[in-house]
């Protein structure tokens, strides 16, 4: 991509009316593709045999790591009824980053566009999550609580943190993708390929943020539908043994 280019959403491929073929789509398909070709490698060697193959390995260590982190964010809750979505989201941005190795390969989330659907999956997913547990009601409750003036800013309080999401991605990944191509333009040698290796730590990195603030969201929105426990009614002391 040229660097006097800001997003990879001006450079267009393909154009047919008001369809527009920019890199954006088009790398978000590699990304998918590379998953979906890396899952179908892993998937079909499953076993549960003792002799397990390295990438089974390397993706159960992964889930493991991406349960205890909800479980512990959650407050115990049940991590297998999260990590479908988070794991998601935190495989496409590790992905999307990692192959920035590549020549020639612009980074979807680079694209506002990109890290605008993911925020606001990640923005659906809070109510979505809450009232599969505890009902609409409970959920549209907290929007009033404790005064029905605060509606207004909890809907603001929402939005934000979505706009945040999305902002906070898209320029990390913008900007370490202008300044590695700044860089391979002026000192074609070293220096970018070091840039390169700390771009792909920064990329996971990025990734594990966008997840974990996803999830803390999401249990967010679990915590303000969940109703008080009522005391547990003491033993009467009245009562006594008759022998």
Do not use: C
Not at 30 to 56: E, F, W, Y
Not at 129 to 156: C, K
């Amino acid at each position: 991509m040229d660097v006097s280019q800001l997003t990879p959403d001006e450079v267009v491929y393909w154009e047919w009316g008001f369809f527009k073929l920019n890199a954006t789509i088009v790398f978000t398909w590699v990304v998918m593709g590379v998953m979906l070709m890396v899952a179908h490698l892993i998937a079909r060697r499953l076993t549960a045999s003792t002799d397990v193959p390295r990438g089974q390995n390397v993706l159960e260590v992964i889930l493991e790591y991406m349960s205890d982190e909800i479980e512990e964010i959650s407050g115990g809750d049940r991590p297998g009824r999260y990590l479908p979505f988070i794991g998601t989201i935190f495989l496409f941005i590790a992905v999307a980053n990692l192959l920035t190795i590549v020549p020639g390969y612009v980074p979807p989330t680079a694209s506002l566009s990109t890290t605008a659907a993911l925020a606001g999956a990640a923005f659906l997913a809070v109510p979505a999550y809450a009232i599969l547990r505890d009902g609409l009601r409970p959920y549209l409750r907290n929007y009033i609580e404790p005064t029905p003036i605060m509606l207004p800013f909890n809907l603001l309080a929402d939005l934000s943190r979505t706009v945040a999401l999305a902002v906070r991605l898209f320029g990390n990944a913008m900007s370490g993708a202008k300044i590695a191509a700044i860089l391979i333009a002026v000192i074609p040698f070293l220096f970018p390929v070091l840039f390169k290796a700390l771009g792909l730590l920064t990329g996971f990195v990025q990734a594990y943020i966008f997840a974990v603030l996803a999830m803390v969201y999401i249990a967010s929105g679990m915590s303000v539908t969940e109703k008080p426990r009522g005391r547990a009614r003491p033993h009467d002391r009245s009562e006594r043994r008759i022998d």
